[in-house]
């Protein structure tokens, strides 16, 4: 079965740092590609992508230079470092893994993230 879960959300004060992780099981991780999505209301926004290696990065305006996508495929597991957090970075965080045709094709359950003073 195949299975994705975050962790790492949290509160935390602007300025201030959290970094999630997302392991998967269930099939072989490095093989796929993931996506870091948040939703903030109704809309989902994409966050962050790479594919198999890690060798191709890509982010999203609103978080270049502050977030970092990265993955340690030995571990099965994807991570969101965050820095320079703001308020409206506050949503619930998923990470997704992507398939050969880069569906989004299974997602974790989230995790919030609160950026409040």
């Known amino acids: 079965e195949v299975q994705l879960v975050e962790s790492g959300g949290g509160l935390v004060q602007p300025g201030g740092s959290l970094r999630l992780s997302c392991v998967a099981s269930?099939?072989?991780?490095?093989?796929?590609?993931a996506i870091w999505v948040r939703q903030a209301g109704k809309g989902l926004e994409w966050v962050s992508i790479t594919n198999s290696g890690a060798g191709a990065t890509s982010y999203t305006d609103s978080v270049k230079g502050r977030f970092t996508i990265s993955r340690d495929n030995a571990k099965n597991t994807l991570f969101l470092q965050m820095n320079s957090l703001k308020p409206e970075d506050t949503a619930v965080y998923y990470c997704a893994r992507a398939n050969s045709d880069w569906d989004f094709d299974y997602w974790g359950q989230g995790t919030q993230v609160t950026v409040s003073s």
């Open positions: 269930g099939f072989t991780f490095s093989s796929y590609g």
